[in-house]
């Protein structure tokens, strides 16, 4: 088994060397696939007594917690804590200053099961938007015609940006390089642009999304296909 991870740039001033390690995990496994996955591993159990047998524990480390115990597993170690300030040694618990935690570190046969897994470093591909389908109203075809005046759409991931800052937005890229941006949006969600479309000059043109990214990296993706303008006919 391996574990798949990135090397980015930290945003931490503080840090030694300024990259670190992002893991990526493979799937996010909830409550109920695991006592699927549990009850699997013993055909002779039903998943009804894995789910009561798993609330009888998490209840009762959860009594032993309440009560001021540090509850040690196998995979983890367990104990209350307390986070806030004290003004001094006379000071008391004010429940405006200071909130109880549960602090959890691993236990001894988590980390040996850790211990030997593989790492698999994967190239970094920051995010950033991610145009995949463009569709012109007027006409009804996608990715390929853009009627000027009209209603167009952007259908993919990431996509939503702040139309008040003039280095986001929908870009109309023309083969000389010219950029027109677009000024008038209806719908400016994370998966879908509906935009009015530019007066633009026949041509071919490339879209692209620019957009904060995080809050604090501007980023672009660009559509795949190339656009056309069509001229008028005579």
Request: no cysteine; glycine share 8%.
């Amino acid at each position: 088994m391996t574990v798949d991870f990135f090397v980015v740039q930290s945003h931490l001033r503080s840090h030694p060397t300024g990259f670190v390690a992002r893991v990526k995990t493979k799937d996010t496994i909830s409550f109920a696939q695991l006592t699927n996955m549990v009850a699997n591993r013993r055909t002779t159990v039903a998943k009804s007594d894995v789910v009561s047998v798993l609330e009888d524990f998490f209840d009762t480390v959860e009594e032993l917690l309440q009560g001021g115990d540090t509850v040690v597993t196998p995979h983890a170690v367990i104990r209350p804590s307390i986070q806030g300030n004290f003004d001094s040694a006379s000071d008391e618990f004010d429940p405006q200053r200071h909130t109880i935690v549960v602090r959890i570190s691993p236990g001894k046969r988590l980390r040996r099961a850790m211990r030997d897994v593989g790492a698999r470093k994967l190239k970094w591909d920051p995010p950033h938007p991610r145009p995949l389908v463009w569709q012109d109203v007027a006409s009804g075809a996608q990715n390929g015609p853009v009627t000027p005046g009209g209603d167009g759409r952007i259908l993919g991931q990431g996509l939503r940006f702040d139309p008040d800052d003039p280095r986001q937005g929908i870009f109309f890229i023309a083969a000389d390089g010219s950029e027109t941006r677009v000024e008038r949006l209806s719908m400016n969600t994370p998966g879908l642009l509906v935009m009015r479309i530019p007066m633009l000059p026949a041509g071919l043109y490339t879209v692209q999304v620019r957009a904060l990214v995080n809050d604090y990296a501007l980023r672009a993706g660009q559509l795949d296909e190339t656009l056309t303008v069509r001229g008028k006919s005579r």
